[in-house]
């Protein structure tokens, strides 16, 4: 555990939050995702272990991912959040501030209690960092990659120009491409 309540802040800030959400939607949206993949990224992203995920956990926080590739799909701001609302209503559980009994410093949570199921906890705490993003920056918190090759999804705030692909070897992929494209077009 982090010494301080900054660090853990931190660690664990929104960005940092909708980026984990982003990896995870990518990993699960996959060819058959495995537990130990999804573990890692848990892990990548701050989470202690042990982390136990079940084949049934797995299926399960796979449909969450696939909700939340709305969001990501958003090309507007009022897209983004019509989606975001409509997942925030289906929600079991009330906003809500936890320490999770003392262990770490108060944040909030969406889902019903400290020990929700997997994919409950990733759905609600997704869906609470892609909404103060929206809010705070008034436009779609990510995107699908442009490459018709990958279709991963990014956050697209933070430092830097907008995005159009997820990564530089995408965008290195599409613009040699287009290039080949137009050299044999000539």
Do not use: K
């Not at 869906?127 to 809010?135: D, F, K, N, P, Q």
Request: charged letters at 25%.
């Amino acid at each position: 555990m982090p010494t301080t309540a900054d660090d853990w802040f931190t660690r664990h800030s929104v960005l940092e939050t909708a980026r984990r959400t982003a990896a995870l939607v990518n990993v699960l949206t996959g060819d058959q995702p495995d537990p130990h993949e999804v573990a890692q990224v848990l892990r990548d992203f701050g989470e202690a272990d042990p982390i136990d995920l079940t084949e049934q956990d797995v299926t399960q926080m796979c449909a969450a991912a696939y909700v939340l590739l709305e969001v990501f799909a958003a090309d507007r701001v009022d897209d983004a959040a019509g989606a975001l609302n409509r997942l925030l209503h289906s929600r079991r559980g009330s906003l809500r501030l936890t320490s999770h009994d003392g262990h770490t410093p108060w944040h909030p949570h969406l889902d019903r209690d400290d020990d929700a199921p997997w994919d409950e906890w990733f759905l609600a705490s997704s869906c609470l960092a892609l909404t103060v993003l929206v809010w705070d920056h008034q436009r779609p918190p990510g995107a699908v990659c442009a490459s018709p090759s990958c279709r991963n999804v990014f956050i697209t705030q933070g430092r830097g120009p907008e995005r159009r692909f997820c990564s530089r070897r995408c965008a290195t992929r599409e613009r040699v491409a287009s290039h080949r494209r137009s050299r044999s077009a000539e």
